[in-house]
Each structure stands twice: as structure tokens, then as C-alpha cells.
């Protein structure tokens, strides 16, 4: 079992699918975040966009109405992104959305939305600055190759400055339930920090790529398989593969690889935090309304086999290819399984190779089994199959509609009567 903090931050595992919204001036060149570094524009010339930034359409109701909708939980907010540019109005740098032609507290609209409905916020801040004079870039990974005429490189100073930021936020904006730090490229280290804001936010979730040990892991993008994670994690991924903010001509994930990465994820325990980039106008692109709307109607009709359950694939073994003697086992399907009580959910985060799982060495039948996709029941039997004539019977779930949902994870609940599940 993944340790809990058994205090208020226990609600970390009760919050499992979130929404992260990467979002700054960035959204106007509508190439990737991080253009200044990658793209090799110059700082004067994309600093300029502050000039024309003007989200007009932008709705914070819009982007919860679309998150609690997939069956979100929280929305994580870029506040500062690596190229220093605060999309709240703060009183420590110029560089900010007050100067703007929109010139209104973006934060502080969606921090109002949030709260007015409940819905958890979380704040992103990135360590490293591409605009700030005191962050000592030096051309490592996620940093601009120098610093700039005038500047004045001084890591200390620079964190005074990180800290009156991070008590604007945690003071001005209500309850905030985690702080997303992002790469500590400078690798500066002062756990008091974290400590200090727990103090203004008692209860904070606190990342672990910050100047902190912090509370949990925050894999990216593509996490490997395994069992189960061993500490309190958070997933994220982009639904566009090339960049997290909004980028013109993405190449979208289809929606199946997504639900597969969101299945296998929350079946080993963890937690997801799914990307969108709104666009320069404050919209969210039809493709990602599309996209939330069909993944969030699988999540909506699966998740009762994530909340609230513990990850226990390791009630089953799964045969990889082996040849003994004469006998050949050929791999069968690879599922993730996860329980509450004398509940088991079979997860096919793979696509199925047929119609049917066997789930060796269970060898009790379900009271009911029922697919959670559709509603319906499927036929469970507890069989000696030819391919483990050597063995005993196991308990196999057949009827499984596996091309007629193959746009979708399956998720199999099993109700049994007692406990198989010890
Ligand atoms: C990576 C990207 C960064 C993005 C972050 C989200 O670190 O480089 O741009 O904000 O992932 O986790």
C-alpha cells in the first residue's frame, strides 16, 4: 500500500483525475512553452507579447464546466511558466498580465470560479526564469544560454524574490491545494521554504520539484508498467504530443491512448493530472472539448474501479511466454486489477487479444460480473482450459464486446461473495 501522510493531505488520494492548464503568452506564437528555448526567439522580441495579449474570450466557468464534466477533480494553473511571464497581478515584477492589453488578474478570475464552486485549485511556478534578472541562467536544460547586459545572476536574490511571489499566491487567492513546482533546474535547495508555506496553506500538497523534498512524484508523459508505485504519485501527460501549451497543427493523442495511460496509471495507484493548452483568446480548442468530452464519458462510466480502490494486480499472475518441455504458454492479455473490499475491477489497459480474460489463479466465481463500460453482465465459468491441463481451473470472464469497444478501455467489475480478496 502506497504510505498515506495521515493528516488533511490524505485527500491527495481521493482526488485522482485533475485538469493542468498550461497557459501565458505563449499561446499567441502557438508553437510549444518553452519557443524562447527551443524555438531560439529572442527574449526582446517575445517579450513584445506582452503587448498584444488580449483573451477576450476567456471564461474560467467554460474550463470547469469542461473539467468537472470529464469527472475532474482539480485544475492546476500555470501561474509562471519559464519564460517569467505571472498571469496574476503581482506587485514583484512588471512582467505580468495587469500590463497587458487585458490587463485583468487572470488567476484571480479563476481562483473566484474555483472557489465560488468548490472546485480544488492548484498553482504551478516554475523555478527557472527566462526573464528575471537575478536567476542565474547559464545555459543548462530549461534555461536561456546567459545572462542578458544588466542582468545580476544571484540565486539568493532571486529566491527573495520566488518567495514574495509564492506569498502573493498563497495569501491572495484563497485555499489552494497544491503547489506545482517545476524543474529545479539551478537545484537550489531550502527545504524551509516548503515548510514556510504550509504555514500560509495549511494542508498544501507540495511537489517534488522544488526546493523541497516535497509530498509526491510527478512523472511525465510516458510512465513505465509495473505493480503498484511505492510513494504518493501524480501522473501528467498533454493531450497534444508535441507541446503543452496550445500549439497550432498538435498532434493530438487519440482519445484510447489516453484512457489506456489514464487506466494504467490509476490502477498502479497513482494519480492524473491531464494537460490542455487554451488558445491566445482563452478558449480551449474544439479538438480538446472533443477529446475531455469522450475520455471524460469513459472516465465517468469506469471510475468507480479507481475511487476508492487499492491497486492489486498482484492477486493475479500473468504468464509472458515460456516453453516447458513440449508446453507452450503464450502470452495472455496483461491487466491491472484493483479492489475495494470483496470488489475486484479487471482493467484491460491493453487491447484484448480475444474475447475473454483468465484470471489464474482465481478460481472462485463472481456473484456478478458486470462490464462497466455499458452496464451489462458477462458470463463468468471457472474452467480447466487445455493450456493448464497440468494446473487446476480458473476463473475466466467470457463474452467481453472487444471490437465493438475497441475505442475504449474495458473495465470489468467482479462482486464476489466473500472474501477472495485476502
Ligand atoms: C516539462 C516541460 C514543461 C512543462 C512540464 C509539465 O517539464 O518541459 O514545459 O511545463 O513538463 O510537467
Redesign the pocket.
Known amino acids: 500500500m502506497i504510505p498515506r501522510f495521515k493528516d488533511a493531505r490524505d485527500v491527495f488520494f481521493e482526488r485522482r483525475f485533475g485538469m493542468?492548464v498550461?497557459w501565458g503568452l505563449y499561446a499567441i506564437p502557438a508553437w510549444?512553452?518553452?519557443i524562447l528555448w527551443r524555438g531560439k526567439v529572442k527574449r526582446k522580441e517575445y517579450e513584445q507579447l506582452i503587448r498584444e495579449f488580449n483573451p477576450t474570450r476567456f471564461d474560467p466557468d467554460a474550463w470547469l464546466d469542461l473539467a468537472e464534466a470529464a469527472g475532474m477533480q482539480y485544475i492546476c494553473f500555470?501561474t509562471k511558466?519559464?519564460d517569467g511571464f505571472c498571469m496574476w497581478n503581482t506587485k514583484h515584477t512588471e512582467y505580468n498580465v495587469m500590463n497587458t492589453p487585458y490587463g485583468k488578474d487572470i488567476l484571480g478570475m479563476l481562483a473566484e470560479a474555483c472557489h465560488r464552486r468548490n472546485f480544488p485549485l492548484s498553482l504551478?511556478y516554475?523555478c527557472p526564469d527566462w526573464h528575471h534578472p537575478n536567476y542565474p541562467n547559464q545555459g543548462r536544460h530549461?534555461e536561456m544560454f546567459g545572462p542578458r547586459p544588466g542582468d545580476d545572476p544571484d540565486i539568493e536574490k532571486y529566491y527573495d524574490f520566488v518567495k514574495k511571489q509564492i506569498e502573493e499566491l498563497c495569501t491572495n487567492y484563497g485555499n489552494i491545494y497544491q503547489l506545482?513546482w517545476?524543474?529545479n533546474v539551478a537545484e537550489y535547495y531550502e527545504p524551509s521554504i516548503n515548510e514556510w508555506i504550509r504555514s500560509m496553506q495549511p494542508g498544501i500538497l507540495i511537489n517534488d520539484?522544488g526546493p523541497g523534498k516535497g509530498d509526491y512524484n510527478?512523472p511525465?508523459?510516458h510512465v513505465p508498467e509495473g505493480g503498484v508505485f511505492s510513494k504518493p504519485t501524480e501522473a501528467?501527460q498533454?493531450l497534444g504530443r508535441e507541446s503543452?501549451?496550445y500549439r497550432d497543427n498538435e498532434d493530438y493523442y487519440t482519445n484510447k491512448f489516453i484512457m489506456q495511460s489514464i487506466d494504467k496509471i490509476l490502477a498502479m495507484g497513482g494519480n492524473y493530472l491531464l494537460?490542455v493548452g487554451p488558445k491566445a483568446d482563452g478558449t480551449i480548442t474544439s479538438e480538446n472539448v472533443e477529446a475531455l468530452q469522450s475520455i471524460g464519458s469513459w472516465y465517468n462510466r469506469v471510475k468507480e474501479a479507481f475511487e476508492g480502490t487499492v491497486p492489486a494486480t498482484d492477486m493475479i499472475h500473468q504468464d509472458v511466454m515460456t516453453t516447458a518441455g513440449s508446453n507452450q504458454v503464450i502470452q495472455r492479455d496483461q491487466v491491472l486489477i484493483t479492489r475495494k473490499a470483496n470488489t475486484l475491477y479487471v482493467h484491460l489497459y491493453r487491447d484484448p487479444q480475444t474475447q475473454s480474460i483468465l484470471l489464474k489463479p482465481l478460481d472462485v466465481l463472481p456473484k456478478r460480473a458486470v462490464l462497466l463500460n455499458n452496464g451489462r453482465e458477462l458470463e463468468a465459468q471457472v474452467d480447466l482450459m487445455p493450456v493448464y491441463w497440468k494446473e487446476r481451473p480458473y476463473l475466466r470472464i467470457l463474452g467481453l464486446p472487444a471490437n465493438e469497444m475497441s475505442g475504449e478501455v474495458m473495465v470489468v467489475k467482479l462482486e464476489f461473495d466473500e472474501s477472495v480478496c485476502e
Do not use: A
Open positions: 493542468f498550461h510549444h512553452e518553452q500555470t511558466h519559464h504551478y516554475s530549461h506545482f517545476d524543474v520539484r510527478t511525465e508523459r501528467c498533454s503543452w501549451g494537460n
